[in-house]
């Protein structure tokens, strides 16, 4: 049986991604003729339209929807068959990799991860970028290389993942607070804990707004043992709860690790009921698996992690930076 032409596969990949017979033209130094005989080829071959217009636009079919990441992976694996084998050498490496994670790890890890990649490979630059939300978009387009977060549900399939770190909530507040005071005596109390004034961290794939207010793990821990958080203010992240409380009698409650660096002089202490821990981990899309500069990179943050993170516990009864 005579094989379809591959070539098509390059071509369509293009198409569902420009969404535009112009513009793929451009991509591939065709004519928009040469363009439009390739569509029409794709159309006969898969027995769909395709690309349909709406207004002065195309859009995709359901069928060109399906097929969209199918065929950008294929593209992608072929191109990966044909290229040479790399031999890595990362004092000649010159590349920009881009990072998004939450406020707090970058201030922890990040001058461990930036001494250790500008000794390896001075041509090498980081661009740390933060993360509002769950979102696994920017990871699956390219605008990202790396990730850390929580694994969930909602992000991709086709993410790779790997553990770097478990993490656990912690009460923080500041020095002179009247629960910082009480802690001279003893641990924090469950009693001291759910009375006081809290600021809560809402992030916007929680349902943002009030519909996000007590629906995180603490909260839920509190429920179970018929308590309730009394929720004074929300804030979008880590650095602006512990802000908050720096200059309030707020309770901030936020993970151990992933603040190490942003609680300096404040007063932290385990929680007095148990909340599950939560696993950070990287995250990539599979197209860079095989990267050898990405691998490089991936590993830099895993040793990255280990070395800031390493040991950091706060046993019952001490403060910690």
């Not at 390896?120 to 769950?134: E, I, N, Q, Y």
Request: glycine share 8%; proline share 8%.
């Amino acid at each position: 049986m005579a094989l379809p032409d591959l070539n098509l596969l390059v071509t369509l990949d293009v198409l569902l991604a420009e969404g535009s017979v112009a513009r793929a033209a451009r991509r591939l130094n065709l004519s928009p003729s040469a363009m439009s005989r390739a569509l029409a080829r794709l159309r006969e071959v898969t027995g769909d339209p395709l690309l349909v217009r709406a207004g002065r636009d195309l859009v995709p079919t359901p069928r060109a929807l399906e097929l969209r990441a199918r065929v950008h992976q294929l593209v992608e694996d072929g191109a990966a068959v044909l290229r040479p084998v790399e031999t890595l050498t990362p004092q000649r490496l010159a590349r920009t990799f881009t990072l998004r994670s939450s406020e707090g790890f970058v201030e922890t890890v990040g001058p461990e991860l930036i001494a250790a990649v500008t000794a390896a490979a001075p041509g090498v630059r980081l661009v740390f970028l933060p993360k509002p939300d769950k979102d696994s978009a920017p990871l699956r387009d390219g605008a990202v290389d790396l990730e850390t977060g929580v694994v969930t549900p909602a992000m991709g399939p086709e993410l790779r993942a790997q553990a770097l770190f478990r993490d656990r909530f912690v009460a923080v507040v500041r020095p002179g607070h009247p629960l910082a005071a009480g802690m001279d005596k003893g641990p924090l109390t469950l009693d001291g804990y759910s009375a006081a004034a809290h600021v809560c961290v809402t992030r916007s794939s929680a349902g943002g707004g009030k519909g996000g207010l007590g629906r995180g793990p603490v909260d839920s821990a509190l429920r179970a043992l018929g308590l309730e958080r009394r929720i004074i203010a929300s804030v979008g992240g880590f650095a602006a709860a512990l802000a908050v409380a720096r200059r309030s009698d707020l309770v901030a409650t936020v993970p151990l690790r992933h603040t190490a660096a942003l609680r300096a002089g404040l007063c932290t202490r385990p929680l007095p009921f148990a909340t599950p821990e939560v696993t950070i981990s990287l995250l990539w899309h599979p197209r860079q698996d095989a990267d050898p500069a990405h691998r490089w990179l991936r590993a830099l943050v895993r040793d990255a992690c280990a070395a800031a993170l390493g040991g950091l516990e706060i046993p019952d009864g001490d403060t910690a930076p």
